[in-house]
């Protein structure tokens, strides 16, 4: 079996959990959690980093920092992962969903400003496989309406924006370093910001409500329970495991882009038949081949390919369930508008394997079952021809 995903390892984590254990420093904020924060600031030109135990959490830091409280409304698309949503409806917040562009799956940036409300207090979006949203309009959104704008950048590490890297743009960014990310750390994330004066906010609420990190900066002499926290510091094991991809971030987006690219071209043909869709990136985005997705004609065509693949010896899989159609997406939030895009093609779309080391050999199996499924008899003619994608809408 191809697997969908296989965590990276690049031959020094267990050195360094190692050097992590002998330096007797297991628990956060040691050797390794610097390491990786000082690789993110001096890389993506940001300030602040502070590592988190999941990008849930660093969320769930930039809701609380934002100030959202009980009432306030956050606009954001349907198309994501429940952590993007759960870290405001945590605060009290009312989600307010709007429609994806189909071309990219972000939130579409066009239907935002109509979505506001006197009780919107942020913009939340939401950088799917590593492809940019359109930032300069959603800043120029947000500055008018003296909205906060809080980058769920999970799948956008070392992806950028007309040269900025994702995460860095708005008032907070957050990273994932889950186990099927580009990078990982098993369970993990970053909490990224510019201003100073959230710094020290930042640390108290990442460390328990204590001002525990001015304490080891030899800055106060004792530390106490200041405010409000929670623990979102990870163990230094955990960083040291992810400082070893970090070092190699580059041969790892090679890696990637080298099996995106056997998979863009090698479907190409299909695409040209109108079988398939395949991703589109804009020109201002340098994506991180995060993902590599197709989309197909609809629901019952996806069902019946994941089948054929697996039957194949391929796992693959489709993504997000749209939220506003889950039970608590109900009781939390409203879509504005028309749902135009996000059910149906959230209903097309299927991920295919792809991870750091795929072999070519897996790739060729890959494209030769997909070829084979809608050329070859895998489908019932005819059944398959849909339209190759939607750039101008």
Sequence with gaps: MIDFNVPPFTGKELDYIKEAIDARKISGDGKFTRKCSRWMEERFQVKHTLLTTSCTHALEMAAFLAGIKPGDEVIMPAYTFVSTADAFVLQGAKLVFVDVRPETMNMDERLIEEAITERTKAIVPVHYAGVACAMDEIMAIAKRHHLIVIEDAAQGVDAYYKGTALGTIG??????????????????GAI???????REKAEILREKGTNRSKFFRGQIDKYTWVNYGSSYLPSDMN??????????????TRDRMRSYTYYQEGLKELADQ?????????????????????????LEVRSRLIAYLHDNSIHSVFHYIPLHTAPAGIRFGRFFGEDRYTTVESERLLRLPMYYGLEEKDLEHVVKTIKSFFIGGGIIAGQAAIGNGNKNE
């Design 171 to 188: 008032d907070f960014g957050c990273y994932s370093f889950h186990e099927t990310k580009n990078y990982s750390m098993g369970e993990g």
């Design 192 to 198: 990224l910001f510019q201003k100073d004066e959230y």
């Design 239 to 252: 960083a040291a495991y992810l400082y070893a991809q970090l070092e190699i971030a580059d041969e790892i």
């Design 274 to 298: 109108g079988y398939i869709s395949q991703p589109w990136v804009p020109e201002y985005a340098v994506h991180n081949a995060h993902m590599y997705y197709i989309k197909v004609e609809n």
